[in-house]
């Protein structure tokens, strides 16, 4: 019980820095997905399930950031922050998905490249938050 | 209660075991157990201890559960003469289709399972 | 000959028909997130599995008697009642996990929506527990569950830093950025996991569907002493699998799709296919027993005629259940809630209930009225009480846990 109001008493930092790491995690994950599937590894039906499923999960990441009462000019810096992050990663995912559907190998690989920098800027946002 | 010289706990040993007709086809589970009357007020010597007279299933199970008691109209029983073998489950010497208290299986097996396809066909 | 063959395919049934759900998905949350810093649960949950799957077994086969009917008669009307809505609710939990998990996977195959697929893959289990023989439905469900060893081969294949990994379940530690809570909570998912209480009830239900007898002991107790712990190591190799490829790149498990994608990695779109048959098995599989499973408990409780081998009109209330279970999964799924995170609830839940059905079968199987000579042996006791102590301890720190680390987020 003590845990949980400590994690309730330490501000939106927390939610926000769980916000960055799933997304990061998401814009990884499709971007694996994509390189096994130009490398011929794996089928268009499991990267385009995966990228179907990481856009939702991002949506929720993003959702919940959005949602965080932010209680000082400091936390709303961060709140912007977090969320011009995910809404960049958001239009990477949706790009990357496009090129599911007939993209250059060389979109594709600039979809990847573009997901795999998406993720290390939220992955390190999240370990700025996360105290 | 003796029979054959074993004796048995009606608590332990009877209620709540499963009973099984004549086919040893399912037919409930012993939700409680009628006894037979007993005089009014205090005991005289002698009065003979009273008997299981029926196995009794269905609502009953529910009173049991949480105190009341069912009219005794809407008891589904079955007469203790009907037992023909105590042991880890209780067996029946009729059929259990001649049983009022499998009404719902009747009931289920009529209107909703015997009318899907294939229902009374063994499994492939 | 023919025993030996018997023999080898009640081992390889065994293996295959292990893993289920949420094996799959807690086993690679768990390697993405901790890698193998937890495969110590999951040995620990194989030994209870084993030890309790063959007591439920063996009072099965001596008693004719199955787990639910006897709960009733020891624990009486109330307390059982409670212990068969407790049950009867984590296992409705599990069956609508299991048909999600088919859902999904013909999703990860076509690439059509799930929701799409969960009424089709309801009306196939429906199917085959009205229609098909038990014998068949288990086994050709288990021998497919098999193509889930590519799990194992795309480990060997990933070449991955052997010491490293063994360092990690030798001396498990919580890593960066994890919080001891959720590491605890996981090992309590793990635990429910690897232990579900549906297979109890599948074992002894099914040990009374096929009519065994004290001669058929052995094999079944060969079949669980051999079948499982390989099944076990599968669930290792999924982890190992996430640990490996999906842990250094941060990713941490939050979907079906993502489980796969090591094994795409290592053995291509081969090693895909194999992994996608075995995981539709798998969960297939599953989803028959938890479906199965819903109808013995109830009808065991309240002495309905039940039963594969009768036909479904010799035993109506029995299958009338399992058609509303698999409605009422359907209806669940169909409201858009995420099938893996009913699987993590699932797997968690079951972890509670844990007690609820392993008491009671600890108790049962040294009463000499039901068991005669065969009362466990005081080697089965020692272990069987430890396990309690474990299982009770896991069971109590659940809810705490998910209430801390918000159900492990």
């Given amino acids: 019980m003590l ?40 089928t268009a039906a499991v990267a385009e399930t995966t990228a179907e499923n990481m856009l939702d999960e991002t949506v929720k990441a993003y959702q919940s950031a959005a949602s965080q009462e932010p209680s000082d000019g400091t936390e709303l810096a961060r709140q912007q922050e977090v969320l011009q992050a995910l809404d960049r990663t958001l239009h990477s995912l949706q790009a990357a998905r496009l090129t599911l559907a007939g993209g250059s190998a060389a979109e594709r690989e600039a979809a990847v490249l573009d997901l795999e920098h998406q993720a290390a800027e939220l992955s390190r946002l999240g370990k700025e938050l996360k105290p | 209660m003796t029979g054959g010289g074993k004796t048995f706990d009606a608590v332990l040993h009877i209620l709540d075991r499963q009973v099984l007709d004549v086919d040893k086809l399912p037919v409930t589970a012993v939700d409680d157990i009628e006894l037979s009357d007993l005089p009014e007020g205090p005991f005289p010597d002698g009065t003979p201890a009273p008997v299981i007279t029926n196995l009794v299933a269905g609502a009953v199970l529910a009173t049991r559960m949480f105190g009341g008691r069912p009219p005794s109209s809407r008891l589904k029983r079955i007469a203790w003469r009907h037992v ?41 | 000959m023919k025993k030996l063959l018997g023999l080898a395919l009640g081992i390889l049934t065994a293996i295959g028909g292990f893993v289920d759900i949420g094996d799959l998905v807690t086993n690679a949350v768990v390697g993405s997130r901790f890698g193998l810093g937890l495969v110590w649960v999951t040995l620990l949950g194989i030994v209870g599995i084993c030890l309790f799957a063959q007591m439920s077994g063996r009072v099965a086969a001596v008693s004719g008697r199955t787990t639910f009917e006897i709960i009733r008669e020891r624990l009486g009307p109330r307390a059982s009642a409670s212990n068969l809505a407790a049950s009867f609710l984590i296992n409705l939990m599990t069956l609508t996990a299991e048909v999600g998990g088919i859902a999904l996977t013909l999703q990860l195959a076509s690439s059509v929506h799930y929701l799409a697929w969960v009424p089709v893959a309801a009306v196939a289990v429906w199917l085959v527990v009205w229609r098909v023989k038990f014998k068949i439905l288990e086994n050709v469900a288990g021998l497919l569950g098999l193509t ?70 052995n094999q079944s107790r060969v079949n669980v002493l051999v079948g499982f712990p390989l099944g076990g190591l599968l669930s290792i190799a999924i982890a190992g699998c996430a640990a490996v490829v999906l842990l250094p790149a941060q990713i941490g498990v939050t979907s079906l799709s993502q489980v796969v994608l090591p094994v795409a990695q290592a053995g291509g779109k081969l090693a895909l296919a194999f992994v996608l048959v075995g995981i539709l098995a798998a969960t297939f599989g599953a989803a028959l027993e938890t479906t199965l499973s819903s109808g013995y408990t109830l009808a065991q409780y309240f002495g309905w005629s039940w039963g594969k081998f009768r036909r479904p009109v010799q035993a109506a209330r029995f299958h009338l259940t399992m058609i509303v279970g698999l409605l009422i999964g359907v209806a669940v799924l169909m409201t858009g809630v995420d099938p893996v995170q009913v699987t993590e609830y699932s797997v968690v839940f079951s972890a509670i209930a844990l007690p609820l059905t392993y008491i009671p079968i600890l108790i049962i199987a040294n009463d000499p009225e039901y068991m005669g000579e065969r009362v466990n042996g005081r080697t089965t006791n020692l272990l069987g009480t430890v396990f309690l102590v474990v299982i009770l301890a896991a069971a109590v720190a659940a809810v705490p846990l998910m209430i801390v680390t918000g159900a492990g987020s």
């Fill in chain 2, 84 to 124: 023909a073998e105590l042991g880890t489950v209780l067996r029946l010497n009729i059929h259990g289709e001649d049983l009022d208290l499998l009404w719902t299986e009747r009931w289920v097996h009529r209107h909703i399972i015997g009318r899907i396809p294939g229902g009374s066909h063994d499994p492939q």
């Fill in chain 1, 3 to 42: 845990l949980l109001i400590a994690a309730c008493s330490s501000g939106i930092s927390g939610p926000l820095g769980k916000s960055a790491d799933e997304a990061s995690s998401a814009a990884s994950s499709l971007a694996l997905a994509l390189r096994l599937e130009t490398s011929g590894r794996a």
């Fill in chain 3, 148 to 217: 889930l060893i590519v799990f194992a081969v795309a480990l060997f294949m990933l070449n991955p830093d052997w010491p490293q990994l063994a360092g990690q379940a030798a001396a498990p530690t919580v890593p960066e950025g994890e919080e001891p809570a959720t590491y605890w909570y996981y090992a309590v998912a793990l635990f429910g996991a690897a232990m579900t209480p549906y297979e109890v009830f599948f074992f002894s239900s099914g040990a009374v569907e096929e009519k065994w007898t004290v001669k058929d002991l």
